[in-house]
Each structure stands twice: as C-alpha cells, then as structure tokens.
C-alpha cells in the first residue's frame, strides 16, 4: 500500500515536472562547459587520490563507466560525444583515414579538410543556429573546422604547447563576457592520455604524477568559475573519450611473419588495423586470418553488429583487432607501453563522466550510459532540438534535476504495490458482486406417496 502512494505521488510529481520543469524559460537558458581530459580511464578515480574532481562529483553526478563507441580512438570518440552518433554514421572512423574515391587522406595532423567532417553535425554548431546564442571551444577535435560552413563563433587552433591555464582562461572569459552569451563551450587536455601511452596506466608512481596535475586542473577551474560568480549558474561535464591498456614488448602480432607487404596498405595501425587489401581480398584475408590467435580479423560485412562500425566507405575491406595489451605492428618493436582503440566492451577502454550545475541532481550515482547518450542530454540542457543520433535520452534522466526517474528497486516495488491493489480491488468486486446477485435457494421436489396419481 506504501508503494501505491508513493506511485500516485510520483505521477503527481511528474506531471508537475512536465508542466512546469522540463520548460525553463531560456531567456536565463543554462550555460554548459564541457571537459574532456584525454584518456581519463574509468578506475583511476577509484585507485588515485583526486580531490578536487571528487568534491566535484560530491555536489553533482557520477556515471562511473561510459561505454564509448568503438573504435576506441580519440577523434572518433570526441565526435560521437558531441554528435550522439556512432562512428560508422559520423564518418570519422579512425585518427588515420583514406578515402578511396577522392584519394584523401586524414590524419592527427591533416584534419582541416571540412570533407571529412561534414558527414555530421556537431552540437556546438545547432547551438549556434539557434537564435542569439555562440559556442566556444578551447579546443576539441573539429572545433577549428569549418563544419557545415560554421566554426564555434569563439575557437583556438589546435596547438597541443598551449597551457591549460591559457585555455581554460580563454573558455571563462568567452563564457562570462560575450553578447550575445556564449551558451555552449567546449575544453579540451592532452592527460592523462600522453603519460598513459608513455608509461602505461601500470605504472603507479607516473601515472599518480600526471592525474594529480589534472586534479589540479580541475581545482583551478572550480576556482575560476566561482570567482567569476559563474559557479552555481553553469553546468560542467567532465568527461573522456577513452581508457588505456597496459601493453607488453613480448606481445606483438608481426604482419611481416604472415604477409608480403605488397599485397596490402596499412591505412590505420594498432590494435585496430585497417587494411586496403593491393591482390585479391580473399587471399590476403587467409593470410591475415591465420596469422595470429591473440588478434581478431574480419571482413568488413563480418563486423559484430554491436560495434556498429560496418556503414561507412571510410572503414576499409578488412579490419584486424588485436586482443587486450597486444599490439599489430609490420615488423617494429613495442614504442609505447599503453593503448586504446580495443574492443569497447573491455572495462580498461571505459572512460568516465562527472557533471555538476543546476541541470545535475547532486550527490547521485549511475552506473553506466553510453558515450552517445550524453548528446540527447545536452541538447535537453541547451533546449536544442537534437539531430537525428544514436543517443538514448532516458539512460540519463536519471542525472537530470527537471526529469522523473525510477531506479530499480523501486521499479519493482511500484510494481508489487500496483498487482497488491489490483488484487485487493478484484476481490472486493468479486465479494460485492456476490452479495448483490439475490441467492435463489436450492431445494429438492418433495413428492409424497399419497400425492402421486399413477400410484394407486
Ligand atoms: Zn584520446
């Protein structure tokens, strides 16, 4: 019976919540900055001292594994989180891309080109579409490319010597003195991507090293925002693209021991290596295919569906997947002691998300929501409508202070309670029923012996 008032009390409560809270005037629209630190894998908040991002979360919300979208890579996963899409729709695939048509080639440092790009369209470009309203990006991959001909209205050029300091000081002021307000605005960090790749996440003493400098970075802009009085009016998203795995020299699947280097090019490397097959794809498939047992090859109409990376030209005719700590290379020694790109299912790959303002309850934990889940939610917060994407809105409502949500336990005990009243009203119309219908009395024809005629 408790759990059928708390139900009639919940509807109430969300009906309320949609007629007055999911409808803020955005005239006061909420500002959103979001954060990414590279590489930020989902356990090093629990195995690492980080004060300031757990105060952080204390007073907001915590999703502590995102499942990201595969590959693993950076710039795909950049570009899923600010589009909702995976990467077969968005069309950046890999950090190392060739495009057979047109012969382009894209890569970490060729990344200008709007072509590669214009496949989507990411949120700080709707958001400008929108009446009176700019984006501003102190960096994050495509934020200095002309995207369905619009950059954000306030941008830097990658430039990976440029200090966080220098960057974050440039994304506050954008968000505190443009006119028309800046409402949308984008940070990007280099780490703790760069030392989990040199040092591989294994190593303790560095890796402590490099997340203390980043928990001091996110100190830094809590303390920026409140001086700027911005503090309780913004909402923040710290977040990843990525985890990383630790990575070994005696481990690596050498495509020179199984195939001539003329019969393929290499078009993107470890541990997700995509290969342009030069001869017959057939061949070089059964070459590749029986080349090592701690990597998976596919053809591209092969690929797990749960990948969701097949419907793109840009991924090529076969792809090799190494297992967890492998590495492909042709014939060279291991350079670096940790990696991602590996299959999204592995929790090392799994990177995080924290948020706090006033769109966040505070205080509350979730345990997982997809990487492409987080751009319905920011489209809500921005009252954007969204594009089409991949994104499920309701994994996150959860974390929203203006939804209704019900977590599982008490799903099951509006349930119990709802069948309990069910049953109770059943039988109370049952009994009613009974008493009403008046009862026509049962008795049996008595025939006497002297009243029977036939019988003499
Ligand atoms: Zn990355």
Redesign the pocket.
Known sequence: MLSAIKLTLMLFLSGFIACYGSNPNYDSIHKLLLVSF??FRADYLKNYRLPHLQEFIEDGVLVEHLINAFIT??FP??YSIVTGLYEESHGIVANEMYDEDTKKKFSQFNDADPFWWNEATPIWVTNQQQENRRSAAAMWPGTDVKINNTTPHFFMKYNYSVTFEERMGNVTMWLNNSQPPVTFATLYWEEP?ASGHKYGPDDKENMRKVLEQVDNHIGSLMDKLKALGLWESINVIIT???GMAQCFPKRLIKLDDCIGRGNYTLIDTSPVAAVLPRSNKTYVYNLLKNCSTSMKVYLKEEIPDRFHYRHNKRIQPIILVADEGWTIVQNETLKKLGA?GYDNALPSMHPFLAAHGPAFHKGYKQDTINTVDIYPMMCHILGLKPQPNNGTFTNTKCLLADQWCVNLPEAIGIVVGVLMVLTTLTCLIIITKNRMSSPRPFSRLQLQDDDDPLIG
Do not use: A, F, L, M
Request: charged share 35%; hydrophobic share 0%.
């Open positions: 590279d590489g890579k950076t996963n950049h991507d990843s693209d990525h991602h």
